[in-house]
């Protein structure tokens, strides 16, 4: 077997031997796992109907597809897996028909099965075996609800399970190096991919002698990870370790959940084991008690689960993915429909599955295969509504997310400042202050995703200068440290503010002898403007570049155009003009030296690792002010916004951007800036740091101020809680 090279404490723990009290076989009804024998008639009945009978094709061609021979080079995962959710559609469709023919194929996978799974050579099984534990358990479980599973060959299959499910959690759980590293130091999809695992064969094979040590580990590990106290979700729902690693283990999870309730898992007790929890921060191992007595929570009725999977759709673009936040790719959930069956006030995430216009299919299948479970639990009819909420600001998650609509055209921007246990996970990524932006089906300003060619070190884009920070001498916050080894400060969201016109937050971090403070507002639900406050204790000027990376150039297509202090992103579908100002000089936008394969250029977002533009607005000063407007518009046709700088007074920088809906001024004033600003025929007056103003009146934000005159007229008044007053 392979082992990573790691060094680590390793320490002991024992499980409570206490027995669960489980029906007995014979009591049992057929199939209990992934449908029940009761909802037969329901199940026919949806052959032919729309949605469902898409889903039933794609049974059926799985059913149909051909098994997979192991190469014989130890204990095929790969082809025991395909063979797995092969069966398991075959086992679905001779239940459902009662059909023999189906059956011989479902029993044909037990019968090629080996169990000699400690050959396999890869050291994180644990997160590929879902489809063989969680597909091959259901498929023994739906064809012992039909007449053609002889009794002797059953128990064999059975036996088969039992022996790879004992064999996996002797490696993975018992073992300290294996648990230590895929486990204890993860607290992520490791452990709940690795207890879906367990949990099946626990929940078939109740008087399996092992059957209580898998389910009191698996099912302690989905009560503690999915509930508050095990940090992997925050209060308002945003997840440690990014959408991408959270829909990866969301497949498995949303599997081993509705057998659990299927199977009435929560009507038992079961005993705490805690061998596999997290002695570091901010876990502090627990709350775990060894051999405590616990009755199981299934998320599925969860208001906490559920706030996770709303973060998931907050995060949504036009067609349907995630972007790319920490490690990870553009990604589509598999499995968060299914949770309308459950928390019928989530049917949004059900018009979420059925709009998804980019891998259809992965939302069915990425992460485990979910069509059954498609199948038999989206609400009937299917459909429903966008959420009716817009933009969310999550400051203990560590997201400010804001968008004009739902639409396929929509305009998406996030701000990310993650502290405590947001950040203090393995996937996330040094990026307090990033931002990302799409519009009208482009990624214009990208989240360098997830490349890691040495899997001994940490992603080569994990790093500040992948993301769209402010970096000083050519650095932003502190290296990422291996494991548990956090490095770095937190960053905290502050300060946001929402109007019908206007929606303003604010992220804050420290890092080389500076707090940077950046204040991100979408304006009229079609553009941003970025605002950039930095202090620092260093005595001397220092080079200081405002980092952007484009969704174009090089390997990405479309084109990054540089012009002095304005760029352009220019795609198939969308455009992005950007004006950069600082108050400590003009900025002059220069592309970074371009090394193959390294950070900053190097992305990997789907498809593999490329390269994509990379511009640095470069002022060098002690504590420069920069001020960023960003205008996405579609490429057909031309801009109907525009940017112009205004004659802004001394240690401050001004834009007015002329629209078709009206012309806002926005108005960024460093320490020594005086409170008065003239052009034209108009004379602005504000003791704010920042300023955002509609010409005409109609909506404004000073932050840092109690007052706004536009005009010798007052427009903004009062003293605005942390320190942001919008009106109106």
Aim: net charge negative; with cysteine.
């Amino acid at each position: 077997m392979r082992f990573p090279l790691l060094m680590m404490l390793l320490v002991t723990s024992c499980a409570c031997e206490e027995e669960i009290q489980d029906p007995s076989p014979e009591a049992l009804s057929y199939p209990r796992l992934v449908v029940k024998a009761e909802m037969k008639a329901t199940l026919l009945a949806r052959q032919n109907r729309p949605v469902f009978a898409d889903l039933y094709s794609q049974i059926e061609m799985r059913a149909d597809d051909e098994y997979r021979v192991p190469d014989g080079e130890g204990w095929d995962y790969h082809a025991y897996n395909r063979n797995a959710c092969i069966a398991q559609a075959s086992a679905f469709l001779a239940w459902l028909h009662d059909d023999e023919a189906r059956a011989d194929k479902a029993r044909q996978h037990f019968q090629m099965l080996e169990t000699d799974m400690e050959t396999h050579g890869d050291w994180d099984l644990n997160i590929r075996m879902p489809p063989n534990m969680v597909c091959g358990v259901q498929a023994w479980d739906l064809l012992m609800g039909t007449a053609f599973f002889p009794e002797a060959e059953a128990m064999e299959a059975q036996e088969k399970l039992g022996i790879i499910a004992d064999k996996f959690y002797e490696q993975y759980v018992e073992t300290e190096l294996y648990r230590w590293s895929a486990l204890v130091v993860t607290q992520n999809n490791h452990p709940i991919r690795t207890a879906a695992c367990l949990i099946l064969p626990g929940l078939a094979f109740p008087d399996h002698p092992e059957a209580k040590k898998w389910l009191d580990w698996g099912l302690a590990e989905y009560d503690y990870l999915f509930a508050p106290e095990g940090q992997y979700i925050q209060a308002e729902g945003g997840v440690s370790e990014g959408s991408f690693y959270f829909h990866f283990g969301l497949a498995a999870a949303m599997g081993a959940l509705i057998a659990a309730d299927n199977a009435g898992a929560s009507e038992a007790t079961y005993h705490r084991n805690c061998i596999s929890r997290n002695p570091a921060e901010p876990w502090n191992g627990g709350p775990c008690e060894d051999g405590g007595a616990f009755t199981f929570r299934n998320a599925l009725y969860s208001e906490h689960f559920g706030r996770a999977l709303d973060w998931s759709v907050a995060l949504r673009m036009g067609d349907g993915r995630r972007p790319s936040i920490a490690d990870g790719g553009l990604n589509n959930p598999n499995g968060s429909a299914l949770i309308a069956h459950w928390q019928p006030d989530k049917m949004h995430h059900v018009w979420d599955w059925q709009n998804q216009t980019s891998e259809r299919v992965r939302g069915t299948t990425w992460g485990l295969d979910l069509l059954i479970q498609h199948y038999a639990y989206l609400p009937e009819p299917v459909g429903g509504a966008a959420p009716a909420w817009k933009n969310r600001f999550m400051p203990e998650s560590g997201y400010a997310i804001f968008r004009s609509d739902w639409d396929e055209d929509q305009r998406l921007s996030v701000l990310l400042a993650e502290q405590g246990a947001a950040r203090l996970t393995l996937h996330d990524h040094v990026d307090g202050t990033h931002f990302l932006l799409a519009a009208y089906g482009e990624y214009l300003a990208i989240d360098t995703g997830y490349y890691k060619p040495n899997n001994l070190n940490n992603a080569l884009t994990a790093e500040a200068q992948a993301h769209n920070v402010i970096l000083i001498e050519g650095r932003g916050d502190a290296t990422k440290g291996l494991l548990n080894d956090w490095t770095g400060n937190d960053a905290y969201l502050e300060h946001s503010a929402e109007n019908e016109h206007l929606v303003y937050a604010e992220a804050r971090t420290n890092y080389r002898q500076s707090e940077i403070t950046r204040g991100m507002a979408m304006l009229r639900d079609r553009y941003w403007v970025i605002a950039d406050r930095i202090t620092t204790e260093a005595a001397n000027p220092r080079e200081h570049r405002w980092r952007f990376h484009a969704g174009a150039g090089y390997d990405l297509g479309g084109q990054l155009n540089l012009n002095g202090d304005r760029l352009e992103v220019v795609k198939e579908k969308a455009r992005l003009d950007l004006a950069l100002a600082s108050t400590s000089g003009r900025p002059v936008f220069e592309a970074p030296p371009f090394v193959e394969h390294e950070a900053p250029y190097v992305h990997s977002i789907g498809g593999g690792e490329a390269h994509h533009g990379v511009a640095d607005g470069i002022v060098t000063a002690q504590a420069p002010f920069y001020l960023a407007v960003m205008i996405p518009s579609p490429t057909e046709g031309e801009p109907d916004f525009s940017i112009h700088a205004l004659p802004a007074p001394a240690d401050s920088v001004a834009y007015r951007i002329d629209g078709p809906d009206g012309s806002d001024v926005v108005w960024l004033r460093g320490p020594e800036a005086a409170e008065t600003m003239e052009w034209e025929n108009h004379s602005l007056e504000s003791d704010g740091t920042f300023t955002i103003l509609a010409l005409d009146g109609s909506f404004g934000l000073v932050a840092r101020g109690t007052e706004v005159h536009l005009d010798e007229a007052l427009q903004l008044s009062g003293f605005g809680e942390n320190g942001v007053i919008t009106a109106p």
